[in-house]
């Protein structure tokens, strides 16, 4: 797996195949919409799902960590995908065994609880927007600029479409950088896909696979 | 003869009512005397109830007379039909002949539409004889106490077996015959089919162990019914278009006739084409409002049965309907067939022929509407075959673990069962016939544990075993669920239509109503509909007044042309290549035919035609084996792969019926694939496996596996899953099992299933024989030609590559957002 260097504000981001970004100076991993406990939920509504698949996704963000040798985890948002379920308890043990490691989380709509149930599993919860330095950062794309600050979100789940001769075509998740604002990839792998808009000048870097792409 | 006394009361009462026994009717009654199984091979309207109800009662007549005591009461016999709609018709003949027997036996139907309070008045005290279908028969398995219902059941009549042996449903009928047998060993077993190409394998599915040399009788009507076929022409064959599917500009053709008909019915392949044919008929002949009707299988139960009585009673001038209204009851007001597009199969054609002209003698006529123009010449493929009755065959399911999973649970949450004894049961199915003992001992396991991959769950360990050794359910939630997902009918979610005042229309994919927002408009069952609110899994409509509105695209198959329908197709061109014009759709068609051998070929039946072409599009490959969709699906990712593993290259397929199209966006290096043998047969399982995506397909088909099983609960009714829900947790079942118990039977099926039913290997491989022992004639072309028009414009497309993605994204532009 490639993670792809790319500079923003000065600063060092490195854009991972599996739908997080590393940013370098603050040694800090990002990651949007988790959704965990998705396939849970399936159950909790009276669909039988067997769970070995939330399973994964705590599996690929240890790799992350260790792959980065990661200080802080910042989540933006959507961390659970609904009320407390086995997931919980799992994310919960799995953080348990990184005392070292910061982890924030920044709310989104799934997660609806009270601050507190988060705090208690070790999370430092931050309501958006949450500024730092030259960015800011929230689960919801804030709708205005901020004050000459570079906002990165998540919650659409960002992805584009292809084509090209010979009836080529296919769609694929991506990372989006405006003006302005940066868009996350959904990093749970059971979610659905939020077709962007692309403007002139805005950069787009799809996944594919093993690999991160930029398209022209 | 001691049966002599019995059918001369038959034909007494047939007598006095004016009739005489066809003799296939005699014939019937008399084996069925003799105690014979059998099967009685004739069409709807031919009199076949009576050969099987009358000699029902003739034989309890003799048993009474045989016994000085009066028999006991009880349920006698049952006659299973696959059609609801069907069993009102029976129940009237029936009870006609039971009365004019002097018997005083009850003919009672028993089917989901039944009330409970009927249903358990009915467990109480049987009726004599009970029509009901194969889903309603499993659901009395599944009561306490079945065997005494049946204990006197002595004869079964499963009518339509042609319709249910083709499908699940066939199965599970098979599993209720084995039940039935197993409670009495002395039952009768009886079916009814109409002509298809296997009759014999049609009768030992039926009787499964009961197939013994001398125990059985085929009896057959003499099929003479005359069926005259008629193409549609369009005035100038020159402006008629290449491609399309709708044949809306053939209109002005069909109304003539509706208007000299007492009554038509006109036979679409899809149900948007059907609403789309209602609405532009009622454009152009406003007249016909109020007359007309429409019918497929979206539209509520109500409105159809009410369109099935006017047609009945001759208050319709037409009817626009799918194959919906391919089974039923005989409309006897109907003159004229209508059918719009390729029927794709002559067993269908001739069936919907055969729903007019039911007076003795009379012909029936059925019209053909060909949607583009190279499809005229199936006009004369159909006329053909029809004439000599090539019919299709039904090929039965074997193995369906699904179904036997869902059996096996109905008989533990009733009164459970003892392997031992219901293992030799299963074995005597035609279905199940080989089964092993080691996956008889998979199921066990599955049933009770939930097997190797989910036996951590306790939902999964459905069935208990008591000390004794039985198998059985007493958790109640689990039988309560079990009995709501009986069946094997696994439908799209539906969203039911409703006025907001309240009125059921009928039902909608989930998948179209989610692309609308309140105040759309859309046209179903032949009204315009605003679309007003949706809540759970309803959507509030009222009616608009706007004139245009979207239609409903329903996620369908598409169905592919059979293999006889292809044979005759390949002979229809090579009549044209002998010049022999005498076919008037061919007469109609050479200035088409003219130009495509002009430009290209028009292969005779020892050639086989490729055709090469570059556009700013791309380059064009195409191969027309003429076998149908579902042989091009396969054979068209067999020959991508195998070029693409001489060059790196990534293809676009599409298919029609007559051939299928490998565009890419680099040449496509034909000469030398073809001197590296691309059509080739050597190592054909291995390269099958290796190009078409079998693992997606699979997961498709285990949707439906997954359901029938009882893997997936759909809910309790009127609190359904969403079909997104649905789909998700059955990839996540078909990955859990692909992961964790590969071995498991339930995957390995849904394989098999695509390979025998959606690629049909078998055929696959017959066509690749064909096509090696013809001549390959290449044909480098400048443009498209009337043959491969039709299937370059098609957007529904499959995908193949073998070059690395990320070279392929490198190509490829950011597509603009509407």
């Given at each position: 797996?490639?993670?792809?260097?790319?500079?923003?504000?000065?600063q060092t981001?490195?854009?991972?195949?599996?739908?997080?970004?590393?940013?370098?100076?603050?040694?800090?991993l990002?990651v949007?919409?988790?959704?965990l406990?998705?396939?849970?939920?399936?159950?909790?509504?009276?669909?039988?799902?067997?769970?070995?698949?939330?399973?994964?996704?705590?599996?690929?963000?240890?790799?992350?960590?260790?792959?980065?040798?990661?200080?802080?985890?910042?989540?933006?948002?959507?961390?659970?995908?609904?009320?407390?379920?086995?997931?919980?308890?799992?994310?919960?043990?799995?953080?348990?065994?990184?005392?070292?490691?910061?982890?924030?989380?920044?709310?989104?709509?799934?997660?609806?609880?009270?601050?507190?149930a988060?705090?208690?599993?070790g999370?430092?919860?931050?309501e958006?927007?949450y500024?730092?330095?030259?960015?800011v950062?929230s689960?919801?794309?804030?709708?205005?600029?901020?004050?000459?600050?570079?906002?990165?979100?998540?919650?659409i789940?960002?992805?584009?479409?292809l084509?090209?001769?010979?009836?080529?075509?296919?769609?694929?998740?991506c990372?989006?950088?405006?003006?302005?604002q940066?868009?996350?990839?959904?990093?749970?792998?059971?979610?659905?896909?939020?077709?962007i808009?692309?403007?002139?000048?805005?950069?787009?870097f799809?996944?594919?696979?093993?690999?991160?792409?930029e398209?022209? | 003869?001691?049966?002599?006394?019995?059918?001369k009361?038959?034909?007494?009462?047939?007598?006095?009512?004016?009739?005489k026994?066809?003799?296939?009717?005699?014939?019937?009654?008399?084996?069925?005397?003799?105690?014979?199984h059998?099967?009685?091979?004739?069409?709807?309207?031919?009199?076949?109830?009576?050969?099987?109800?009358?000699?029902?009662l003739?034989?309890?007549?003799?048993?009474?007379?045989?016994?000085k005591?009066?028999p006991?009461?009880g349920l006698?016999?049952?006659?299973?039909t696959?059609?609801?709609?069907?069993?009102?018709?029976i129940?009237i003949?029936?009870q006609?002949?039971?009365?004019?027997?002097?018997?005083?036996w009850k003919?009672?139907?028993?089917?989901?539409?039944?009330?409970?309070?009927?249903?358990?008045?009915q467990?109480?005290?049987?009726?004599?004889?009970?029509?009901?279908?194969?889903e309603?028969?499993?659901?009395?398995?599944?009561?306490?106490?079945?065997?005494?219902?049946?204990?006197?059941?002595?004869?079964?009549?499963?009518?339509?077996?042609?319709?249910?042996?083709?499908s699940?449903?066939?199965v599970?009928?098979?599993?209720g015959?084995s039940?039935?047998?197993?409670?009495?060993?002395?039952?009768?077993?009886?079916?009814?089919?109409?002509?298809?190409?296997?009759?014999?394998?049609?009768?030992?599915a039926?009787?499964?162990?009961?197939?013994?040399?001398?125990?059985?009788?085929?009896?057959?009507?003499?099929?003479n019914?005359?069926?005259?076929?008629e193409?549609?022409?369009p005035?100038?064959?020159?402006t008629?278009?290449?491609?399309?599917?709708?044949g809306?500009?053939?209109?002005?053709?069909?109304?003539?006739l509706?208007?000299?008909?007492?009554?038509?019915?006109?036979?679409?392949?899809?149900?948007?084409?059907?609403?789309?044919?209602?609405?532009?008929?009622?454009?152009?002949?406003?007249?016909?409002a109020?007359?007309?009707?429409?019918?497929?299988?979206?539209i509520?139960?109500?409105?159809?049965?009410?369109?099935?009585?006017?047609?009945?009673?001759?208050?319709?001038?037409?009817?626009v309907?799918?194959?919906?209204?391919?089974?039923?009851?005989?409309?006897?007001?109907?003159?004229?067939?209508?059918?719009?597009?390729?029927?794709?199969?002559v067993?269908?054609?001739?069936?919907?022929?055969g729903?007019?002209g039911?007076?003795?003698g009379?012909?029936?006529?059925?019209?053909?509407?060909?949607?583009?123009?190279?499809?005229?010449?199936?006009?004369?493929?159909?006329?053909?075959?029809?004439?000599?009755?090539?019919?299709?065959?039904?090929?039965?399911?074997?193995?369906?673990?699904?179904?036997?999973?869902?059996?096996?649970?109905?008989?533990?949450?009733?009164?459970g069962?003892y392997?031992?004894?219901?293992?030799?049961?299963i074995?005597?199915?035609?279905?199940?016939?080989?089964?092993?003992?080691?996956?008889w001992?998979?199921?066990?396991?599955?049933?009770?544990?939930?097997?190797?991959?989910?036996?951590?769950?306790?939902?999964?360990?459905?069935?208990?075993?008591?000390?004794?050794?039985?198998?059985?359910?007493?958790?109640?939630?689990?039988?309560?669920?079990?009995?709501?997902?009986?069946?094997?009918?696994?439908?799209d979610?539906?969203i039911?239509?409703?006025?907001?005042?309240?009125?059921?229309?009928?039902?909608?994919?989930?998948?179209?109503?989610?692309?609308?927002?309140?105040?759309?408009t859309?046209?179903?069952?032949?009204?315009?509909?605003?679309?007003?609110?949706v809540?759970?899994?309803?959507?509030?409509?009222r009616?608009?007044?706007?004139?245009?509105g979207?239609?409903?695209?329903?996620?369908?198959?598409?169905?592919?042309?059979?293999?006889?329908?292809?044979?005759?197709?390949?002979e229809k061109?090579?009549?044209?290549?002998?010049?022999?014009?005498?076919?008037?759709e061919?007469?109609?068609l050479?200035?088409?035919?003219?130009?495509?051998?002009y430009?290209?070929?028009?292969?005779?039946?020892?050639?086989?035609?490729?055709?090469?072409?570059?556009?700013?599009?791309?380059?064009?490959?195409?191969?027309?084996?003429f076998?149908?969709?579902?042989?091009?699906?396969?054979?068209?990712?067999?020959?991508?792969?195998?070029?693409?593993?001489?060059?790196?290259?990534?293809f676009s397929?599409a298919?029609?019926d007559y051939?299928?199209?490998?565009?890419?966006?680099?040449?496509?290096?034909?000469?030398?694939?073809l001197?590296?043998?691309v059509?080739?047969?050597?190592?054909?399982?291995?390269?099958?496996?290796?190009?078409?995506?079998?693992v997606?397909?699979?997961?498709?088909?285990?949707?439906?596996?997954?359901?029938?099983?009882?893997?997936?609960?759909?809910?309790?009714?009127?609190?359904?899953?969403?079909?997104?829900?649905?789909?998700?947790?059955?990839?996540?079942?078909f990955?859990?099992?692909?992961?964790?118990?590969?071995?498991n039977?339930?995957?390995?099926?849904?394989?098999?299933?695509?390979m025998?039913?959606q690629?049909?290997?078998?055929?696959?491989?017959?066509?690749?024989?064909?096509?090696?022992?013809?001549?390959?004639?290449?044909?480098?072309?400048?443009?498209?030609?009337?043959?491969?028009?039709?299937i370059?414009?098609?957007?529904l497309?499959?995908?193949?590559?073998?070059?690395?993605?990320q070279?392929r994204?490198?190509?490829m532009?950011?597509?603009?957002?509407?």
């Amino acid at each position: 797996m490639n993670s792809l260097q790319f500079s923003l504000n000065r600063q060092t981001f490195h854009l991972h195949p599996h739908r997080a970004i590393y940013w370098e100076e603050k040694k800090t991993l990002l990651v949007a919409d988790l959704h965990l406990g998705k396939a849970r939920h399936f159950r909790r509504a009276g669909l039988a799902v067997p769970i070995a698949v939330s399973e994964k996704n705590i599996e690929i963000l240890q790799s992350l960590i260790s792959e980065f040798q990661t200080e802080r985890l910042l989540i933006l948002g959507d961390l659970f995908h609904s009320s407390r379920n086995h997931a919980w308890d799992q994310f919960k043990d799995w953080l348990a065994g990184h005392p070292k490691m910061k982890a924030v989380l920044i709310p989104g709509n799934h997660d609806f609880h009270q601050k507190e149930a988060y705090e208690t599993m070790g999370l430092i919860v931050e309501e958006e927007p949450y500024v730092e330095g030259e960015f800011v950062f929230s689960h919801i794309p804030i709708k205005e600029p901020m004050e000459e600050k570079y906002n990165l979100a998540g919650h659409i789940h960002p992805a584009v479409r292809l084509s090209g001769d010979g009836r080529q075509s296919m769609s694929l998740p991506c990372f989006y950088f405006g003006e302005w604002q940066g868009l996350l990839p959904a990093f749970g792998k059971f979610t659905g896909n939020g077709y962007i808009e692309v403007c002139q000048g805005d950069r787009v870097f799809v996944i594919a696979e093993d690999e991160v792409l930029e398209i022209e | 003869m001691a049966n002599e006394k019995y059918i001369k009361k038959g034909k007494a009462w047939f007598k006095e009512k004016g009739w005489k026994a066809f003799p296939f009717q005699l014939q019937a009654w008399e084996a069925m005397l003799d105690g014979q199984h059998g099967l009685v091979n004739a069409p709807t309207g031919s009199g076949k109830t009576y050969s099987l109800f009358v000699p029902i009662l003739l034989d309890y007549l003799r048993e009474v007379d045989q016994n000085k005591k009066k028999p006991k009461k009880g349920l006698k016999a049952i006659w299973i039909t696959p059609l609801r709609a069907l069993a009102k018709e029976i129940q009237i003949a029936g009870q006609r002949a039971v009365d004019g027997m002097g018997l005083d036996w009850k003919v009672e139907i028993r089917t989901g539409d039944t009330s409970s309070s009927v249903k358990s008045r009915q467990f109480r005290s049987p009726p004599e004889v009970l029509i009901t279908t194969p889903e309603s028969l499993h659901v009395l398995l599944a009561r306490k106490k079945y065997p005494d219902f049946f204990s006197q059941t002595k004869t079964i009549v499963v009518d339509e077996w042609h319709e249910l042996m083709g499908s699940k449903r066939g199965v599970q009928m098979e599993l209720g015959l084995s039940r039935l047998k197993g409670l009495n060993p002395d039952l009768k077993v009886w079916g009814i089919s109409a002509t298809i190409g296997n009759m014999d394998q049609a009768i030992e599915a039926l009787l499964g162990s009961s197939f013994e040399a001398g125990k059985f009788e085929i009896i057959s009507s003499a099929d003479n019914k005359k069926i005259e076929v008629e193409t549609i022409f369009p005035d100038e064959i020159e402006t008629y278009p290449w491609s399309g599917h709708l044949g809306i500009a053939l209109l002005d053709k069909v109304v003539p006739l509706i208007k000299k008909s007492q009554s038509t019915l006109i036979f679409t392949n899809t149900r948007a084409q059907c609403e789309i044919w209602y609405q532009k008929l009622l454009e152009v002949e406003p007249d016909l409002a109020g007359i007309m009707a429409m019918h497929h299988s979206s539209i509520s139960r109500d409105l159809r049965d009410w369109v099935e009585e006017a047609l009945h009673d001759g208050r319709l001038k037409a009817v626009v309907c799918t194959s919906s209204l391919d089974l039923g009851v005989d409309f006897r007001p109907v003159e004229t067939i209508v059918q719009i597009g390729s029927p794709k199969g002559v067993a269908r054609f001739m069936q919907r022929a055969g729903r007019s002209g039911h007076q003795p003698g009379a012909v029936s006529k059925i019209h053909f509407v060909p949607t583009h123009s190279l499809e005229i010449i199936e006009g004369a493929a159909l006329r053909t075959s029809v004439e000599r009755r090539t019919i299709e065959s039904r090929i039965p399911f074997l193995l369906s673990f699904d179904v036997l999973i869902q059996y096996l649970v109905t008989l533990a949450i009733s009164e459970g069962f003892y392997p031992d004894e219901i293992y030799p049961e299963i074995k005597g199915t035609f279905a199940y016939q080989h089964i092993t003992d080691e996956e008889w001992i998979w199921l066990l396991d599955f049933v009770t544990t939930g097997g190797n991959a989910l036996y951590a769950y306790d939902e999964y360990k459905k069935v208990e075993v008591d000390e004794g050794g039985k198998f059985i359910v007493t958790d109640k939630g689990i039988a309560r669920r079990h009995r709501l997902s009986m069946g094997t009918i696994v439908s799209d979610v539906a969203i039911t239509v409703k006025f907001v005042r309240g009125g059921r229309i009928g039902t909608i994919e989930e998948y179209f109503i989610s692309q609308l927002s309140p105040g759309d408009t859309f046209w179903f069952a032949g009204r315009a509909l605003e679309l007003v609110r949706v809540r759970e899994m309803t959507a509030q409509v009222r009616k608009s007044k706007k004139k245009t509105g979207k239609v409903p695209a329903w996620l369908g198959g598409r169905l592919s042309f059979t293999s006889e329908l292809s044979d005759m197709l390949r002979e229809k061109m090579q009549v044209y290549v002998d010049q022999d014009y005498s076919d008037p759709e061919i007469n109609t068609l050479r200035p088409l035919l003219d130009l495509q051998h002009y430009e290209s070929l028009v292969p005779s039946k020892n050639e086989f035609l490729i055709e090469y072409f570059q556009d700013r599009e791309g380059y064009h490959l195409l191969m027309y084996p003429f076998e149908g969709r579902y042989v091009h699906e396969g054979i068209s990712a067999l020959i991508a792969w195998r070029i693409s593993q001489i060059k790196a290259l990534s293809f676009s397929i599409a298919m029609n019926d007559y051939g299928f199209e490998l565009l890419a966006d680099k040449e496509i290096p034909i000469n030398e694939a073809l001197d590296e043998g691309v059509l080739s047969l050597d190592n054909l399982s291995k390269d099958i496996q290796a190009s078409v995506n079998s693992v997606e397909m699979a997961k498709r088909r285990f949707r439906d596996i997954a359901s029938i099983s009882g893997l997936i609960f759909r809910g309790f009714p009127g609190k359904e899953m969403k079909s997104k829900h649905l789909q998700s947790s059955s990839q996540l079942f078909f990955q859990v099992f692909s992961d964790y118990e590969p071995n498991n039977l339930l995957l390995r099926q849904a394989y098999d299933e695509v390979m025998n039913f959606q690629l049909e290997e078998g055929r696959l491989r017959k066509a690749l024989e064909r096509i090696n022992e013809q001549e390959i004639r290449l044909s480098m072309t400048e443009r498209p030609t009337p043959f491969s028009f039709p299937i370059i414009t098609d957007r529904l497309r499959e995908r193949l590559s073998s070059e690395k993605l990320q070279d392929r994204i490198r190509r490829m532009k950011l597509k603009l957002q509407r």
